[in-house]
Nanobody, 117 residues
C-alpha cells in the first residue's frame, strides 16, 4: 500500500521549533520529489517547501525562507521539515506530498501544527 504518514506536529509557543517527519512506504521514495504543503484554518492549500528526489535541490516559499528547512533521508524513506522561529500564522495542517512525472501524486493525512501562547 502506497502511504505517507506525517508526525511531529503539536502545540508550540511563538518563537519555538518543531520537526515534522513524513514516513514513506509502498513506493520507491528515492524516485519522488517531495514537498510540504499546509492549510491554515479557513484557507486554501499553500506550498511550503520542496526537495528533489536526490535531496540536492530545495526550494521554499518566501513566507518560511530562513526559518523552515526541508531535508530527506532516502535510506530511511523519510522526509523532514525543521521549523524554527514559529509564528502564529504558521498554524495549519501540514501535509507531505510525493510526485514524479507521469504518476499521480501521493499525499499524507496531515499533522496539525498550532503556534499559540
Amino acid at each position: 500500500e502506497v502511504q505517507l504518514v506525517e508526525s511531529g506536529g503539536g502545540l508550540v509557543q511563538p518563537g519555538g521549533s518543531l520537526r515534522l517527519s513524513c514516513a514513506a512506504s509502498g513506493f520507491t521514495f528515492s524516485s519522488y520529489a517531495m514537498a510540504w504543503v499546509r492549510q491554515a484554518p479557513g484557507k486554501g492549500l499553500e506550498w511550503v517547501s520542496a526537495i528533489s528526489n536526490g535531496g540536492d535541490s530545495t526550494l521554499s516559499a518566501d513566507s518560511v525562507k530562513g526559518r523552515f528547512f526541508i531535508s530527506r533521508d532516502n535510506a530511511k524513506n523519510t522526509l523532514y521539515l525543521q521549523m524554527n522561529s514559529l509564528k502564529p500564522e504558521d498554524t495549519a495542517v501540514y501535509y507531505c506530498k510525493g510526485s514524479r512525472p507521469f504518476d499521480l501524486p501521493v499525499w499524507g493525512q496531515g499533522t496539525q501544527v498550532t503556534v499559540s501562547s
